[in-house]
């Protein structure tokens, strides 16, 4: 499996740490071909809106939203889940997100940095221990729809949902070394949308 | 489930996410909607830019706080502000308005000849400007969460920025291939604290976020610091003493994610009006040098 994580701004190095020691293909795509030769996506931590506005600059924002429309696994975390959701909420005027997921996201609904945190949450992986969450200035989602999974919740705001083929996280699992949710992504989303195609 | 803020990963974290970015610096509301609207990664909000705190001389200190709030009100985007090198008082002040980075800052006058600010002691993290490798790891020492090679501020002379980089990357390119038992010695001559310098020699980087400052002013320099390995660029004066401020930041964010790509430069450089006249840090006498306050 090649999976090819959108390399236009962000931490994008830590992605491709954690999924290379998940066991797949992982590579930084930019352009309109990297971006075809891949079997699935994922979407760093960043500035959603720079992300956003560079994806529009450089012409990858249709072939991204195609492809992510028509089922193309995807994972995004922090402002990954912010550009798969449907709805942003306090978002910056005229905004775009490439859609994905049935979800209304509040961008920033933690609050500023001085209330970034870290914590213990538990994730609806069928593994009883709990996952060390990061926060950066994140998003929590408001709103999801039928096809909708809420996987993880903060004070009854849930933090990483999912669909068929979309996974989505406030946190940032690539910043503490410990890969349960990239392994998830690969093992519970990504193969089983995958092999449906074939 | 106990929620721990102002730790050391959620502040070099909010750094990671910056990477391959470009932060502006802005004097108002209306800058900073134009940096957001080019692609900024975040805005630092100051008073003045450090080509006017060259020209008209005097103390540079923190900005009002008033322009700070109206700045975070304007943007979405992080907001950063500079607190004077030591002047650990701006600092509270500036974490208490919500400032998403503080900027320990050699282009605002040192209110401490001698000390830094305890980094550690606060909740907001630390932006520290360094010339080497050295003065790098003792700002992380005292609790930096980001770095950025300092350059020459307000003159559009990208030669210091290079220098400094050149100078950081040499240095830990050194420490790479020196014996174990010779990082003791190393240490002492970059007069830094040994397991900073021991953990550099293991990974080949710095523990926290580089990026690149001072003198930035056209797309092709920001693309020439992201390939000496620069992890963003910072860029003060450049953007807003230009002809066209909205072009130039856009430029500046294009040439930044494709600096390997002379292509995608060359387009961003078309037609971007006059850019900053500029200084050469040469002609500046010792005292106006920015980049030797710090130690």
Request: a negative charge.
């Amino acid at each position: 499996m090649k999976v090819g994580v959108l390399a236009l701004q962000g931490d994008v190095r830590e992605h491709i740490s954690s999924l290379i020691a998940c066991g797949v293909d992982a590579v930084p795509v930019r352009r309109e071909s990297e971006i075809q030769s891949i079997d699935a996506l994922v979407i760093p931590g960043g500035e959603s809106t720079t992300i956003a506005q560079l994806s529009e600059v450089f012409g990858i924002y249709d072939l991204l939203r195609e492809r992510i429309a028509s089922g193309t696994p995807v994972y995004g975390s922090c402002a990954g889940m912010i550009l798969l959701a449907a709805e942003i909420l306090d978002a910056k005027v005229g905004q775009k997100s490439f859609g994905g997921l049935d979800i209304s996201v509040r961008r920033n609904a933690f609050g500023r940095q001085v209330d970034s945190f870290e914590s213990d949450i538990e994730f609806a992986d069928g593994s009883q221990e709990l996952i060390r969450a990061v926060f950066i200035r994140a998003p929590w989602v408001e709103k999801v729809g039928n096809e909708v999974q809420v996987l993880a919740s903060i004070n009854s705001h849930p933090v990483a949902v999912r669909s068929h083929t979309a996974l989505a996280t406030s946190f940032h699992p690539e910043l503490t070394g410990d890969h349960r949710i990239h392994r998830y992504f690969i093992e519970h989303v990504a193969r089983p949308a995958l092999e449906k195609v074939k | 489930m106990a929620e721990v803020t102002g730790t050391g990963r959620v502040k070099r974290g909010m750094a990671e996410m910056l990477k391959g970015g470009v932060i502006m610096d802005v004097v108002n509301a209306e800058q900073a909607k134009i940096a957001e609207d080019a692609g900024a990664v975040a805005v630092m909000a100051l008073e003045r830019v450090p080509a006017d705190i060259r020209a008209q001389g005097g103390v540079a200190r923190m900005s009002d706080p008033d322009m700070i709030q109206k700045i975070q009100a304007a943007v979405s985007i992080p907001v950063m502000a500079k607190a004077r090198i030591g002047h650990f008082v701006e600092a509270r002040v500036l974490e208490s308005l919500g400032v998403d980075y503080i900027d320990e800052s050699e282009v605002l006058t040192p209110a401490d000849y001698e000390n830094h600010i305890d980094k550690f002691d606060f909740t907001v993290p630390f932006v520290c400007g360094a010339t080497n490798l050295g003065e790098a790891l003792r700002r992380i020492n005292e609790g930096a969460a980001m770095i950025r090679s300092k350059g020459e501020a307000g003159t559009g002379d990208v030669s210091n920025a290079m220098q400094h980089m050149r100078k950081i990357g040499g240095e830990i390119r050194r420490l790479s291939s020196l014996r174990e038992d010779e990082l003791y010695v190393a240490a002492k001559e970059l007069q830094a604290p040994y397991d900073l310098v021991k953990e550099v020699a293991q990974t080949g980087k710095l523990p926290v976020v580089l990026f690149t400052a001072g003198g930035i002013a056209t797309p092709a320099d920001a693309a020439l610091m992201m390939s000496m390995g620069a992890d963003g660029v910072f860029i003060g004066s450049g953007i807003f003493k230009s002809g066209n401020p909205a072009q130039r930041a856009a430029a500046c964010v294009k040439a930044t994610t494709f600096w390997d790509d002379p292509k995608v430069i060359a387009d961003a450089s078309r037609g971007l009006g006059e850019a900053m006249v500029g200084i050469n840090v040469a002609d500046l006498p010792a005292p106006h040098r920015l980049a030797e306050r710090g130690w």
